[in-house]
């Protein structure tokens, strides 16, 4: 467990390099397991999932070495084809190495956590797909056990365009025999990037981004130097920490392409946002306007893991914010939190209505999870006096060092 102490209602000055995508990171150790060569990933975040994700490749027999911001991932000679729960435990996500494992081995058995803060986090699509594909699948009470004689090149529908489902699809059909085609695909930035990866092992893959992706099969010998593409969800957490604060704040090594709909509400608020090729320039107003309706969708709709940020950045403005989240069940666990600092927040199953207020006071709070963990640091910016979070290590999964970069813009956050 680590407190976080804010001193807030002191604007933020100043430039910052935003980190390397925790998600187009994860899935791209997964898919290393593809090619018995060397991966090399550059710019990579310093991450306590990533740590997770390398540790479970070197359980499985891989060697992975880490050093300020590049992984070396050498995965010549696995031993082991299961992953057990204390490493599950750790990542979330760690079902995305069920298609990897499955392509590389012919069999996978991973033992899964269940839910997670955000709600159930159901895998059958996952299964779904992989059966496509020809695997035989047993679930079990702990976890899934997958064999696989042979993968086969199938048409995969995907009921919801899951990002995890798409990212195993990608990666288990690069060792199919034939052509797959996914349908209703997942167009998340970070499905390109993955498809960018198996593109460097020899894939013969296109559609990513789009609704439609073809993959034919290929046995991969190159190996591959990537540099990991930045976190636009941290992007979105910088600008919404600016305009909790207040001042001003450039943004370096980003996407402003990505962040559409993130950016359309904040100049609704009331932002002045200057982009550049890959720079994004915030200086925040006096008093933000309210941000109207937030519908979370899947990409390219206003991404569900920006909401809480945004909500944070609602807090003090001059009237009501509507939030409808699509996307989890239990995306406002933060909001409880928010009250405490005295916020106006109202929840009605999926919406959350904000009341912007005049002013928030420090106040003791507990981090509910990795992007409501962010968002009770955000909106402690904008509260008077000081504000502790307990975080249970959430915030460290997904945010490099997110207490450094706050400090170096003239926040006043230290971390014990
Ligand atoms: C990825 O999770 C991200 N994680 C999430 O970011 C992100 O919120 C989410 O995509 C949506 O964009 C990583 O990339 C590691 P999904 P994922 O499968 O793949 C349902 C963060 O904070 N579903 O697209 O798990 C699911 O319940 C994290 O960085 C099924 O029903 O998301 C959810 O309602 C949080 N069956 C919806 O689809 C399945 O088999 C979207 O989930 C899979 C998913």
Redesign the pocket.
Known sequence: MSEWHVIGARPLRGSVRVQGS??AV?PVIAASLLTPNETVLTNCPALSDVDAAVDILRYLGCTAEQREGEVHINTAAPERWDIPPELTHRMR?SVIFLGPMLARFGRARVSLPGGCE?G???????LRALRCLGAEIEELSDGVLCRARELRGAEIPLT?P????TENAMIAACAARGETVIYNA?R?P?IETLQGYLCLLGADISGAGSPVIRVKGFSPKDHAVLTVPPDR?ATATYLCCAVCAGGELELRGVRPRELRPVLSVLRCMGCDLTEGESSLRLRAPERPRPAGAVITR?YPGF???AAPLLMAACLRTGGSSVFMEN??DCRFRHAEEMRRLGADISLRGPVAVVNGVERLRGARLRSPD??GGAALVAAALGAEGETIIEDPGHIPR?YQALEESLRALGAEVWRI
């Open positions: 925790k998600n994860l996500s955000l159930a986090r159901p895998i059958d699509l996952h919801l899951s990002v995890g489902a997942a998340e970070e969800i899947p991404p569900t893991d996307i989890f990795l992007r997904g």
